[in-house]
């Protein structure tokens, strides 16, 4: 479970401005929940998703996942381990076969053997349906592709929560649909909590628990 | 982790290339320094080693030696206290003093033209001493003939006058030689009669004296009267007795060498005293001051090398910037990507020493037959000039791997404190 409470964060823009991304947000997301951040540029969303996801630890409040409070986690093994994260950018390294892609998180701290890191890329990339691309570069495959690469990759280190930021906004409507899809079954089969930050009122629509996000505050819709 | 970090190596590898040829440069300085410097310093001492009796201390009153191995302050004391004369009461002094085993007294012949009868040309300027040589001197590399007789009229010539008249060595011998006062120099010598003056010798040895300057040896004796006679002296003793000997060769016991030379230094005044241990010191002051010229260029191109290596991993940081917010994103800690970059930067110092040091022993194998020839060419007998030593190629490589990394830590540090919410949204 991740439980959120009070939850505040400013950038300082000069010495008397402080801009208040996020005022006081509280939240709770159950396990294996999929869940959708609603709302416009700037409201404050990809703050919240870069602070679950352990990249911002510069803020108020608290954000606990199993009980723990994220700030007492190691940074490093918590985005390793607990979160994966997928990007609107895709963020692949083009120099990196889809394969190398995949097994990127396991380079950084040995979770698997390497044969069964190897069995699990092969795994999830037949899941996304990409098996027979793994020793392509991701010059050499479309947009939909490379996410679905990225979700393999979010994927590899067996994570409990993961972040995706714009998923599909790079993205045409079908292949975005079939993201979605992707990222449902995953949510179901993998065990995992799906937590996506979208500005898209249609494509948040097909996500069972909408949280509207507007000048840092939180509106749920239920 | 380590593979990721060569992948990024090979992706600019071109970069890696051209960053890596500072390094190859300042390792090919070093690595010269130190092998061929090693090898010259090695070759001087035993050549040394071979031609001097380091239980002979060598009295001078040679005004070229004395500057050569005399240090300012020497010289300035020396000016307050007249230079002793080397002559024969000096000589019988010395023989007696205890701790020598013998003296030998050396002049110097200059001042003559030289020429085989018969030959068309005169060698000039030609220098020669007269001293009572022995076929097996240690000074001699090679010997043909005798050293004849001491009464006169016989010669012994070095393997130079041979060379200059392309004649071999050994026929030489029996050959008449002429000494004739040298026109070029004229107004050292005394007067116009004595430019009408011709001294003839027999040719009966024949020696290579080395890296020794002499072309031709009397008998004391003979060379003694020979320059009496050409400087219009009353008699060989008359000149002695106002001009002294040159150079004694003082023959000390195995134990005692330090103690002649202490009695020497404080009974006489001479130019200068010292053994075969003062010359090669000189020598090796002379490499050693070299040497650290060398290994100044050396270590300025390798500060060069590192301001380059340093310029290219900041670079590769600000192009990389996304790439390491990546990275951090998926869970690599600030000292993983410290080592990403540090082996980065460690691998372009590797490249470098690696390419310079096979640039530096290709050098070295298809250069020492040349060097070999040049140096026996000159008197010195080697088999070989540079030696490989394994040792001293892993301490290189490992210089330039550690300079490499060196010249990579602050931008390794700069990556691994990159905020990696700012990082993923650079450009």
Redesign the interface.
Known sequence: MIRITNLNKGYKMSPTNTVEALKGVSLEIEDQEMMAFVGTSGSGKSTLL?IL?G??REYQGTVSVDGKDIKDYNP??????KVG?I?QQF?L?G??TVE?NVL??I???KQYSWKEAKDRTDYLLGKVGLLDRKHHRPNQLSGGQMQRVAIA?ALI?QPEIILADEPTGNLDTKTGTEIMELLGSFNQEENVSVLLVTHDQDLAKTVPRRVYVQDGKLTENL | MIGYAFSLVWRRKLRTILTSLGITISVILLSLIIFGMQDLQRLVSNAFQEQFNPNEIFVSNSAGINAILSNGDEQEDSEEQEVSLINDTVVQEIQTLAGVSGVSAIKTITGFEAQIEGQTRAIPSSIGSAWNVEVDDPYFTDFWGSVGSQEGGQIVVSTRIAEAYDIRPEALLGEVFLLRPARSGFGAGPNRSSLEKEYQFEIVGVADPGRDRNDFILPLSVGIELLADFGEFESSQELIDELGYDVLRVQANEDSVAEVRSAIEDQYNFGAVFTADDILAFFDQILGAFTLVLILFGVVSAVVASIGIMNTMVMSIYEQTKEIGIIKSMGASRGQILIIFLIQSGVIGLFGGVTGLLVVLGGMYFGDPFIVTALMENGFDVESFFTFDLSIVSVIIGLSILVGIIAGLYPALKAASLNPVDALRSD
């Open positions: 870069n996801g990249l911002d490093n093994v918590y985005r390793r381990k994260t990007f963020h390294l120099p990196l190398e990127l998180p380079r950084f701290g990759r280190s």
